[in-house]
């Protein structure tokens, strides 16, 4: 019923910038965490950036001073603004949210299907 589907994902060359878009829809009472993830091959998944319902952020060391996460509550939307884009950046990106669907008073962790950047140097 829930469900998140990323876009924005690509080919692009070192330096350059893509944003990547997540979209929650479904039945959902409330998003509190969102976040975005990522998997190289060969590596294990990492956490990216993270942002809270009330705005909140925290990123890895790596990406800090390139990336921006952001949200958009009436959307149910968060954004990854990818500035500066290095080699080793490239992975399969991942959306994730924890949702309370409207039909249940658990929350839960979702996952969106992940979209490919590929960074060239």
């Known amino acids: 019923q829930v469900q998140l589907v990323e876009s924005g994902g690509g080919l692009v060359q070192a330096g350059d910038s893509l944003r990547l878009s997540c979209a929650a829809s479904g039945s959902i009472r409330s998003i509190s965490a969102m976040g975005w993830y990522r998997q190289a091959p060969g590596k294990q998944r990492e956490l990216v950036a993270a942002?809270?319902?009330?705005?909140?952020?925290n990123y890895a060391d790596s990406v800090k001073g390139r990336f921006t996460i952001s949200r958009d509550n009436a959307k149910n939307t968060v954004y990854l603004q990818m500035n500066s884009l290095k080699p080793e950046d490239t992975a399969v990106y991942y959306c994730?949210?924890?949702?309370?669907?409207?039909?249940?008073?658990?929350?839960?962790?979702?996952w969106g299907q992940g979209t490919q950047v590929t960074v060239s140097s």
């Open positions: 994730n949210a924890n949702i309370r669907p409207r039909a249940d008073w658990r929350a839960y962790d979702y």
């Open positions: 942002i809270r319902s009330g705005g909140t952020t």
